[in-house]
């Protein structure tokens, strides 16, 4: 379940001339004082009995369940059913349900696009992204630059992701400010009529479900 | 749905206020003039959530939409492109 | 006057967006966990709200010489501490410990 196809540089949340370096493997690492304080509070709340280490353990383990490939086989089912597309559209959580995927109890929606519109999702005053259902998001999501330009230039912002609308599409830019998730429903790839669940399961990106990117083409897959 | 003031097509204008804590309003939409396209529940405020109280009222929130060209001034793309911000009750007046 | 606060940050002018990423940490994950486990319906210690706001009143120099969960772990730490839940000595104290923890586990090479 990890991200094998991400590279390990050191993204984060802001200008790089302030680096925190950091490594998955502590030991090897240099350590912030806040990632110490990470530790100590996690420690604490353990020793004061709040939580379990069983529980924190669970937690972790379950974000780790949580990837674009769970949002991408609901995207995938909405391309071939068209009733199930109308479900998802309507409740999200009942239609995920009925894949398996439980998304909790922050309300999602989808938001589709079509020919004559194009949805890309920000958040401007934080980071809000429907991680239950795609993930944690990556830094350039939380990023400064993201969340200042999106809502005023996304057109420009798309073209930084090599994504281009036409001018005889409208861009709609859903700003996540507060107690709903935005998943977009990328257009299904032409050419790809005959194309099964798992096929079409590929073409679904976590970009493109922010709404940065197309779903990729079938020859580009 | 009756305790809404509020329903899809009705033109809104979000208040131009400026409070010094903690809010769910983004400053670039202050004053802006929308059009409601949803009623999407009622919520605990998060204002009040955010200083550690239990949010109630619960808040009505709505998804609204505005012209970019009504937000910004020099936007560059074309007139129909739109965004939509979820939106309090209490950040909503009627627009005439 | 119209304050607009430093998190507020939509429609500013900022430079083209780096698509950088990486793999969560452990530590990160470990902080995500600390605040979904303590804002569970069931302990309700925590909000989502309230670490809103407290990384906001981290205040603009602080919020943006820090990367995103370290904002979470200074937010929720303040929280925990105003709300009694642990002690500034208890997590002096702590600190200290786990920071000389891992430093005998580094220069041990283990």
């Known amino acids: 379940m990890s991200h094998d196809d991400h590279d390990h540089s050191h993204g984060h949340d802001h200008s790089h001339d302030e680096p925190h370096p950091y490594q998955p493997d502590i030991e090897d690492a240099p350590f912030t004082e806040r990632m110490v304080m990470a530790q100590a509070v ?21 974000m780790d369940t949580r990837e674009p490939a769970l949002g991408a086989k609901l995207v995938a089912r909405t391309w ?24 909790g109890d922050i309300p ?8 004559d519109v194009h949805n890309v999702v920000v958040c401007t005053l934080c980071s809000c992204y429907p991680r239950m259902l795609i993930g944690l998001p990556p830094d350039w999501y939380k990023s400064r630059a993201y969340r200042s330009r ?11 992701f090599g994504t281009t609308i036409p001018d005889n599409v409208e861009v709609r830019v859903h700003d996540s400010t507060a107690d709903l998730r935005y998943v977009v429903l990328p257009a299904r790839p032409a050419g790809t009529d005959d194309w099964n669940e798992e096929r079409l399961t590929d073409l679904v ?11 990729k083409s079938p020859e580009t897959a | 749905m009756s305790e809404t003031k509020y329903q899809a097509g009705d033109a809104v204008k979000v208040r131009a206020a400026f409070p010094p804590g903690h809010v769910r309003t983004p400053h670039f939409i202050r004053g802006c003039d ?8 009622s919520h605990p405020n998060p204002e009040e959530l955010a200083y550690g109280r239990d949010g109630m009222p619960k808040k009505p929130l709505y998804r609204v939409k505005f012209n970019q060209a009504d937000v910004w001034p020099n936007y560059e793309g074309p007139a129909k492109d739109t965004m939509v911000i979820d939106i309090y009750e209490h950040w909503l007046e009627k627009n005439q | ?15 083209a967006v780096e698509q950088t990423e990486h793999d ?48 979470w772990i200074s937010s929720a730490t303040n929280l925990l501490l105003e709300k009694g839940v642990i002690t500034v000595d208890e997590l002096g104290a702590k600190m200290a410990d786990v920071e000389a923890r891992w430093q005998k586990d580094r220069d041990t090479g283990s």
């Open chain 3, 24 to 71: 969560y940490a452990i530590w990160e994950k470990r902080v995500d966990a600390i605040v979904k486990v303590l804002s569970t319906p069931e302990r309700k210690i925590l909000s989502t709200d309230e670490l809103r706001r407290g990384i906001e009143e981290l205040g603009p120099g602080v919020y943006d010489n820090l990367n995103y969960y370290e904002r």
């Open chain 3, 1 to 15: 006057m119209t304050i607009r606060r430093h998190h507020d940050m939509g429609g500013l002018d900022a430079g």
């Open chain 1, 150 to 160: 999106t809502i005023k230039e996304p057109r420009k912002v798309l073209e930084d």
């Open chain 1, 205 to 215: 990106t976590r970009d493109s479900m922010i709404g940065v990117s197309l779903a």
């Open chain 2, 34 to 41: 929308g059009v409601v396209t949803q009623y999407v529940g």
């Open chain 1, 108 to 115: 999602i929606q989808a938001i589709e696009n079509t020919e």
């Open chain 1, 80 to 103: 071939l059913d068209p009733e199930f597309k109308a479900r998802v559209l309507t409740d999200v959580k009942a239609a995920s349900a009925e894949l398996g995927i439980d998304i």
């Open chain 1, 42 to 62: 996690a420690e604490l709340i353990v020793e004061k009995g709040i939580v379990s280490t069983d529980e924190m353990r669970a937690q972790i383990e379950f």
